[in-house]
């Protein structure tokens, strides 16, 4: 009994430590996520608001994309529990940047405030 119940601690652990992705690794998920349609993996590394803002234009942003995102990361500043990272893709012309929070304790793409400018 005391080897299954290891057994399951050992598997429960390590899937909640894939979870826990760096704020970079975050950023190309939902990139990724966001223009192969995966809404639920979406929803899992953006905060409720973000998301929202992302379904509301999915259908318009990638009607004319295929093919790999090529990510690069261009520029990241962390700085507590806020990141901002600038990268670029193949879907657009012009580089983009992520503001993300950590939120119970994993990094998620959020809303920058009204006012609010990033760090590049």
Not at 81 to 87: T, V
């Amino acid at each position: 009994m005391k080897n299954i119940a290891l057994i399951l601690l050992f598997i429960v652990g390590a899937a909640c430590s894939q979870q826990n992705l760096s704020p970079t690794e975050t950023a190309k998920v939902v990139v990724e996520s966001f223009y192969n349609k995966d809404n639920q993996k979406l929803s899992e590394y953006t905060t409720a608001e973000s998301y929202e803002s992302f379904m509301a234009i999915q259908d318009i942003m990638t009607a004319n994309t295929s093919g790999k995102s090529n990510f690069k990361v261009l520029q990241e500043k962390v700085d507590g529990d806020i990141a901002w990272i600038q990268f670029s893709t193949s879907y657009e012309e012009k580089p983009e940047t992520f503001k993300l929070i950590k939120e119970n304790g994993r990094w998620k793409v959020a809303e920058k405030g009204l006012r609010e400018k990033g760090p590049f």
